[in-house]
T-cell receptor
Framework: GEDVEQSLFLSVREGDSSVINCTYT??????LYWYKQEPGAGLQLLTY?????DMKQDQRLTVLLNKKDKHLSLRIADTQTGDSAIYFC??????????FGAGTTVTVRA | EPEVTQTPSHQVTQMGQEVILRCVPI?????FYWYRQILGQKVEFLVS????????KSEIFDDQFSVERPDGSNFTLKIRSTKLEDSAMYFC?????????????FGAGSRLTVL
């Protein structure tokens, strides 16, 4: 079955690192994704990781994947006020469909 | 300029009325999707549309819902007789490829409020 779970809220001080966690159920997912949703906007692709990788780094973003535990995390280094948004984790139950979690609302405080 | 334009951005309707939500992708794609997000809940898959046919649909996508590409450009979601629980944000998306990965590109969404 498809089920993606995320914590709902995260508050972080500006300049600190944010870590957003996600668990998924579909072990056949080829890719796992992180999307970002800013107020009034659609979902924007942030990054993704291929299922045979453990880690992917992209500037301030680091994705860690633990396939054994079906655990995915997104670390944002040096969090800025512009990083305040909702972050969605997504798995791929097949190559042509993404299943999303409920999203983690990240609030960056000064 | 957004890659996917959705209209209307917000629609308020009475229960039982028909609603049509529209989506226009910038470039030519074959796979299209509708997702919805009820306030505070998951982004849920509704339907995928490939080569002018429904490819996959969820259990949410019942007989009240239909999709089509009437002119090969616009991609529409019709809800025949809206219910209160249809109030949600509806997102259109298309499938592209980025560095070998299948990636969905989303529109900004259409907020539907059913009274």
């Amino acid at each position: 079955g498809e089920d993606v779970e995320q914590s709902l809220f995260l508050s972080v001080r500006e300049g600190d690192s944010s870590v957003i966690n996600c668990t998924y159920t579909d072990s056949s997912s080829t890719y796992l994704y992180w999307y970002k949703q800013e107020p009034g906007a659609g979902l924007q692709l942030l990054t993704y990781i291929f299922s045979n990788m453990d880690m992917k780094q992209d500037q301030r973003l680091t994705v860690l994947l633990n396939k054994k535990d079906k655990h995915l995390s997104l670390r944002i280094a040096d969090t800025q006020t512009g990083d305040s948004a909702i972050y969605f984790c997504a798995e791929t139950p097949n190559d042509y469909k993404l299943s999303f979690g409920a999203g983690t609302t990240v609030t960056v405080r000064a | 300029e957004p890659e996917v334009t959705q209209t209307p951005s917000h629609q308020v309707t009475q229960m039982g009325q028909e609603v049509i939500l529209r989506c226009v992708p910038i470039s030519n794609h074959l796979y299209f999707y509708w997702y919805r997000q009820i306030l505070g809940q998951k982004v849920e898959f509704l339907v995928s549309f490939y080569n002018n046919e429904i490819s996959e649909k969820s259990e949410i996508f019942d007989d009240q819902f239909s999709v089509e590409r009437p002119d090969g450009s616009n991609f529409t979601l019709k809800i025949r007789s809206t219910k209160l629980e249809d109030s949600a944000m509806y997102f259109c998306a298309f499938l592209g490829v980025s560095s070998g990965a299948n990636v969905l590109t989303f529109g900004a969404g259409s907020r539907l409020t059913v009274l």
